[in-house]
Structures are given as structure tokens and as C-alpha cells.
């Protein structure tokens, strides 16, 4: 209704938001919301400008599930450690805090690239805790190392305890996790492995199939460089996604989203609403 009573302002007001600015920190105030969204938390953010598009509850602290493998795969590549230095999967790894299942067996062993691989794309929690345990040092400096680089990407509220984002005290916010976005983002593998549709293991004489959690990068009409989904029952669903929208790179975080597609069907709100905005703005 604003539209139409008020065009002239509604124009200013998307010249203000899509105009070359300098970067305003990732909890400024948005200009446009668009449709009801089913997270509890979102932050959209021009990846470009660091302008904020859109924000829910952006600095409010709640756990964030396996969106925490994000940053153990950054700690990894940030320590060098060889990529083909062969890791096995032990009994320390298997999960006893939420008993979680697994297909990553005991006793098998892969390189330290492919525990990462299905850590990022289908979110192996034994391939997590693995990449965790054989950090220099062990978990206990892996953990350390995960909060040091928390600090030095300003994420002021963001706490990890473990590698693999079970615990739900693991937790964050939509600001600090949209700064840590725009850090992976830069890895290559992280983006190669996080957005990979599909990738295969052995184990033994057996071959293992993993896919991609995330159904959005299996859709053409996506430009995804970066993504990882996350659920406890503490979390709910949560995503983050690094996607070009009508040539725009976006950060995209939504936080305790409930029910099973519930969090990409969000994304595809916050698609249509910014690549409309972005037509109008353009026009």
C-alpha cells in the first residue's frame, strides 16, 4: 500500500539502499522487509557493500547446530595441516550426546580433504569430530583455535565447544555468522565442498553415497558459491548461503526455522523478493 501512496519515497528510499555507500556494520537498520518468514532469526546482507537488506532478531544468541562446521573446515585450511594425510574414524567420534546415526563407520579411514568434504556438503558429524581430534594439539586446541578466530572476525557473541555443532552450546547470531559467510567464502574448497551435490567414499569393499543437504544447490536457477545447513532440536533448521541474486552477491542466515523445508523455502522467499526489488530499483 505504501507503493502507492507514497511512490516518490518508496523510490528514494531503494536509490538509498542500492546506491554505492560506504560498508555500514552488519547490524544496521534494513529499509525493506519482505514477506513473512518462517525463521525465528535472518540476516540478509550485500555481501558487496556489507548493507544490511534485511534483519530478524540479528543479535540474538541461540545454538547453531551444524552451521559450526563452517568454521571448523576455516580452522582446518587456516592450520595447513596436508589434505592428503589420511585421518581415521575412532570411537571418540561417534556421537554421545545426542546419539545421532552415522555412515561414516568405525575403523574407516579417509583423507583429511574427504573427512572435510562430507562435512561440509552432507554434514558428517564423525568426519567434524575427526578433523577436530587431529588438529595439532588436539580437541581441546581445535576448540580454543575455533574461539580465537571467532574474536578475529569480530563474532563478539558466538561461543563454540566442539566441532561438530551437536551441542547446543554451540551458539550465535545472525550478525556474527553473516561475518563468518563472507570469511569461508573466500576458501575455494569450502565453496567447492559445500555446494557439491554429490560425493562418494569407501569404506572397505563397500562404496558409500553422500549428497548435498542443502536440496538448493541441485536447482539451476540458483547461484549458490557457498552454503551449510544445520538442525538440533535446540536449533531448529538453520541455513547460511552465499548466492549471487541478479548479479548481486548475498549473504543469507536464517536461524530456528521450524519444520523440514522450512528453511529453504525462506531462501526462496528472500530470492524473489530481493531479485524483484533489484528489478524495480534498476528501472
Known amino acids: 500500500m505504501k507503493r502507492l501512496v507514497f511512490p516518490a519515497l518508496f523510490i528514494a528510499c531503494l536509490s538509498m539502499l542500492f546506491a554505492t555507500t560506504p560498508a555500514r556494520s552488519a547490524g544496521a537498520a534494513a529499509l525493506v522487509a519482505p514477506a513473512s518468514l518462517n525463521s525465528g532469526a535472518v540476516m540478509i546482507l550485500d555481501a558487496r557493500s556489507k548493507d544490511v537488506l534485511y534483519q530478524k532478531n540479528a543479535d540474538t544468541v541461540m545454538p547453531i547446530a551444524s552451521l559450526t562446521k563452517l568454521m571448523t573446515a576455516l580452522v582446518v585450511l587456516e592450520a595447513k595441516q596436508d589434505m592428503k594425510e589420511v585421518l581415521q574414524v575412532t570411537s571418540a567420534d561417534v556421537d554421545r550426546l545426542k546419539y545421532s546415526s552415522s555412515r561414516l563407520k568405525v575403523g574407516t579411514r579417509?583423507?583429511?580433504?574427504?573427512?572435510?568434504?562430507?562435512?561440509?556438503?552432507?554434514?558428517?558429524?564423525?568426519?567434524?569430530?575427526?578433523?577436530?581430534?587431529?588438529?595439532?594439539?588436539?580437541?581441546?586446541?581445535?576448540?580454543?583455535?575455533?574461539?580465537?578466530?571467532?574474536?578475529?572476525l569480530g563474532m563478539k557473541n558466538t561461543r563454540?565447544?566442539?566441532?561438530?555443532?551437536?551441542?547446543?552450546?554451540?551458539?550465535?547470531?545472525?550478525?556474527?555468522?553473516?561475518?563468518?559467510?563472507?570469511?569461508?567464502?573466500?576458501?575455494?574448497?569450502?565453496?567447492?565442498?559445500?555446494?557439491?551435490?554429490?560425493?562418494?567414499?569407501?569404506?572397505?569393499?563397500?562404496?558409500?553415497?553422500?549428497?548435498?543437504?542443502?536440496?538448493?544447490?541441485?536447482?539451476?536457477?540458483?547461484?549458490?558459491?557457498?552454503?551449510?545447513?544445520?538442525?538440533?532440536?535446540?536449533?531448529?533448521?538453520?541455513?547460511?548461503?552465499?548466492?549471487?541474486?541478479?548479479?548481486?552477491?548475498?549473504?543469507?542466515?536464517?536461524?530456528?526455522a521450524q519444520g523440514k523445508l522450512s528453511h529453504t523455502a525462506d531462501a526462496n522467499r528472500v530470492r524473489t523478493w530481493l531479485a524483484g526489488f533489484r528489478k524495480l530499483a534498476r528501472q
Open 110 to 152: 579417509l583423507t583429511r580433504a574427504a573427512m572435510l568434504h562430507i562435512a561440509l556438503m552432507s554434514s558428517e558429524n564423525r568426519a567434524a569430530s575427526a578433523l577436530g581430534r587431529n588438529y595439532p594439539g588436539g580437541a581441546r586446541k581445535f576448540v580454543k583455535a575455533m574461539n580465537a578466530k571467532a574474536r578475529a
Open 160 to 256: 563454540y565447544v566442539e566441532p561438530t555443532g551437536l551441542s547446543s552450546a554451540n551458539v550465535s547470531t545472525p550478525s556474527d555468522l553473516a561475518r563468518l559467510v563472507i570469511a569461508a567464502e573466500k576458501k575455494p574448497l569450502i565453496r567447492r565442498y559445500s555446494t557439491d551435490r554429490r560425493y562418494v567414499i569407501r569404506q572397505g569393499k563397500a562404496r558409500t553415497v553422500y549428497r548435498n543437504t542443502n536440496r538448493l544447490t541441485a536447482s539451476t536457477s540458483w547461484g549458490i558459491r557457498l552454503q551449510k545447513t544445520g538442525y538440533i532440536s535446540e536449533a531448529g533448521r538453520c541455513l547460511v548461503m552465499y548466492a549471487t541474486v541478479r548479479k548481486r552477491p548475498t549473504v543469507m542466515v536464517f536461524l530456528d
